[in-house]
């Protein structure tokens, strides 16, 4: 028990100061605490002035010992190498976000073999948005915070509480030292040695015998600098995992279709698509001969829409306004106020957009009327003359399931099928169902006339819907896949990388100097520190003497060791 009462005494100086547990060197005089210290005849340690830090202590609590975990620059070390370790395994193969219309529990397989599917099993085909990766960056960025409060509240407290006047071991032990007689009373050769000192730049300070010349003290905070921009970078690069800060989409626009960009009050029409092949004159040789068709340059004429009213109703049309158009091209995107879209890849096989069947009697063969379907957004009700057609269901990929039930296998409009109510006079009265293909070839693999039959308890539907020949049927003669990005905290991750260099240019072309003086019965004892450049300093310090007379040679300033 008395020990630990002991533990938490502050350590009084000699010099009457009281310093909290963990100093290292007197706050006000920088004499040594430690009777070991006292003794040794080393270059001292200088280190945020020998100030304590939070990290040192006595007898930790639970917060304390988190705080020390994130304190430690070894913690952070491992930290920052398993995210290295972590965005290398991440690269490996591509990621799922690469590729469009793909299973990626079949891709990685069929494309990489064992080691692929080993790979989607472990999760790493979306490693940048795991957890444990997310994770990781949120440990890094507490650890630049902890790291940073850690140090610069003792370093600014040492830095801004200075005393001039040093103890004579503190300057006897610094890396840089001089001691020799000097003429004059100690109040004058002062006051003349601050001159020259000035002339270097330095900020002087004097208290009777003792001077304190100082300069470039802003380098000191590079680091730190260094720090805030690392954690504005970092959480920039978390948010955008929030909702409206980012998107990253792949979206289809076929040719002559206004479609909506998802998340957005955007819309986009594809005007046309056109793309350029390579003649067998002007393909790289490497490819020449070869069979292989390259595209030379693909581009899309695009509109941009904005929605002005009945966004949000399916029920009405949305109002649209537009407000830009561009030429997409590879490398040369749609860009309107932070939303863009790149040029991604295309598809060159016709698209159906929309058909316009004809409602047929089947025993007579008689043309009822037609009507028109919008494959992708289709109408819910629609009138053929005596009759009406209520769309009950859209199969965008038909499929049917182990129980022979109607179902949709993927969201891609592969083999589209709709499932009507059809009233009218002659029918039951609560109507009969017809399930339609618009592409023949589908028709014929899924036996459209049997799954009505099924549907209408085995007998056969009395109407049917048929296109009559090809000018009832609109196509997209091709597909362009545009990229759509918003990326709102971009700005951010570039502030934050300003900062950073900031902080690299503070650090690296200053250097934190100070000259600690004193005169005692004659006798000029000098000690000089700064945290790097000592060949700079010494030659400082060498022509300060010799403008007061002194002469010195620069080699013997240097107090040996190593650099504190």
Not at 34 to 51: A, F, I, K, P, Q
Not at 170 to 198: C, H, M, N
Not at 413 to 423: D, G, H, M, S, V
Not at 536 to 556: C, H, W, Y
Request: with cysteine; charged share 25%; hydrophobic share 40%.
């Amino acid at each position: 028990m008395l020990q630990e009462v002991i533990a938490f005494k502050n350590t009084k100086c000699e010099c009457g100061h009281q310093n909290p547990v963990g100093t290292v060197l007197c706050e006000a005089c920088g004499r040594p605490l430690e009777e070991e210290d006292r003794e040794s005849n080393e270059v001292l340690e200088m280190r945020y002035d020998g100030m304590a830090r939070r990290s040192q202590r006595a007898n930790p609590n639970v917060i304390d010992h988190i705080w020390n975990f994130f304190s430690s620059v070894k913690i952070a070390v491992y930290m920052i190498l398993l995210t290295l370790v972590g965005s290398m395994l991440g690269t490996i193969f591509p990621q799922e976000s690469t590729f469009l219309n793909i299973d990626p529990s079949t891709y990685y397989k069929d494309t990489y073999g064992t080691w692929g599917l080993v790979y989607y099993k472990l999760g790493l085909t979306h490693t940048y948005e795991s957890w444990w990766f997310i994770l990781l960056l949120v440990m890094i960025g507490a650890s630049l915070v902890i790291c940073s409060l850690d140090r610069v509240l003792p370093l600014y407290k040492a830095l801004s509480k200075q005393r001039i006047l040093k103890h004579m071991q503190f300057l006897t032990r610094q890396r840089v030292t001089y001691q020799g007689s000097i003429e004059g009373t100690a109040e004058d050769w002062i006051k003349q040695a601050a001159v020259p000192i000035k002339k270097k730049g330095y900020r002087v300070y004097t208290d009777g015998n003792a001077l304190l010349a100082e300069k470039y003290r802003f380098s000191r905070w590079g680091p730190y600098v260094i720090h805030i921009g690392l954690i504005i970078f970092l959480l920039a690069v978390l948010a955008r995992g929030l909702p409206g800060l980012k998107m990253d989409q792949h979206v289809a626009f076929p040719e002559g279709e206004i479609k909506h960009i998802p998340n957005t009050s955007f819309y986009l029409k594809n005007e046309k698509f056109t793309v350029e092949f390579y003649t067998q004159e002007d393909m790289p040789e490497e490819f020449r001969n070869k069979g292989k068709v390259l595209p030379k340059l693909f581009s899309t004429q695009a509109t941009l829409y904005r929605c002005t009213a009945d966004c949000d109703d399916p029920t009405k049309e949305p109002q649209l306004e537009e407000v830009t158009k561009h030429n997409i091209e590879v490398n040369d995107p749609l860009d309107y106020k932070g939303l863009m879209a790149y040029q991604f890849d295309y598809d060159l096989t016709p698209v159906l957009r929309s058909v316009s069947p004809s409602l047929v009697d089947v025993k007579t063969g008689k043309d009822l009327g037609k009507f028109k379907l919008d494959i992708r957004n289709p109408q819910r009700n629609y009138t053929v003359g005596d009759y009406t057609l209520e769309l009950k269901e859209k199969y965008n990929d038909f499929g049917l399931d182990e129980n022979g039930k109607p179902v949709t296998k993927t969201p891609n409009p592969n083999a589209p099928a709709f499932l009507f109510l059809i009233k009218g006079p002659d029918l039951p009265a609560g109507g009969v169902q017809y399930i339609y293909f618009p592409k023949e070839i589908d028709k014929e693999r899924f036996q459209q006339d049997a799954i009505n039959a099924k549907l209408n308890g085995g007998g056969k539907a009395p109407l049917m819907l048929d296109v009559k020949g090809m000018e009832n049927v609109d196509f997209s003669l091709s597909t362009s896949y545009l990229n759509i990005r918003v990326d709102k905290v971009m700005p951010f991750i570039w502030i934050g990388a300003s900062i950073v260099m900031l902080g690299l240019v503070l650090g690296f072309y200053w250097q934190h100097r100070r000259i600690w003086l004193r005169i005692d019965n004659g006798v000029l004892t000098l000690g000089a520190h700064t945290n790097k450049n000592w060949f700079g300093i010494r030659r400082e310090i060498s022509a300060i003497l010799q403008k007061m007379n002194l002469e010195v040679d620069e080699k013997s300033l240097d107090n040996g060791g190593k650099q504190a």
